[in-house]
């Protein structure tokens, strides 16, 4: 669905696992169309504002807001999470 935004398959394997959603507040409008659109109710749009990454645990990491955000805003960043689980 949100193909477009990842440059293969395996990149966009691992935005969805271990990253997070991250946006440029210099770009943003605050339309509230990210928020708007997620499915289950976070105001990304608060995230955008403060410059903030969606660190909460209800994120599916769906790209929804990514994909919807007319400004670009919105991009998925690795998170070491996992790497730091290993230790
Ligand atoms: S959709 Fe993009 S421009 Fe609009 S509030 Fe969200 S992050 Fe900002
Ligand atoms: S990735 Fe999906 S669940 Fe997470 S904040 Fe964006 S729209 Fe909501």
Not at 4 to 25: K, N, W
Not at 49 to 62: D, E, M, Y
């Amino acid at each position: 669905m949100f193909r477009g935004l990842f440059r293969s398959e395996r990149a966009r394997r691992e935005a969805l696992t271990a990253g997070q959603v991250t946006p440029d507040p210099s770009r943003c409008v605050q339309c509230g169309i990210c928020s708007f659109n997620c499915p289950i109710g976070i105001d990304v749009r608060r995230h955008a504002w403060l410059g903030q990454p969606v660190v909460n645990s209800r994120c599916l990491t769906c790209g929804e807001c990514v994909a919807r955000c007319p400004r670009g805003v919105l991009t998925f960043e690795r998170t070491n999470l996992f790497a730091e689980r290993k230790k």
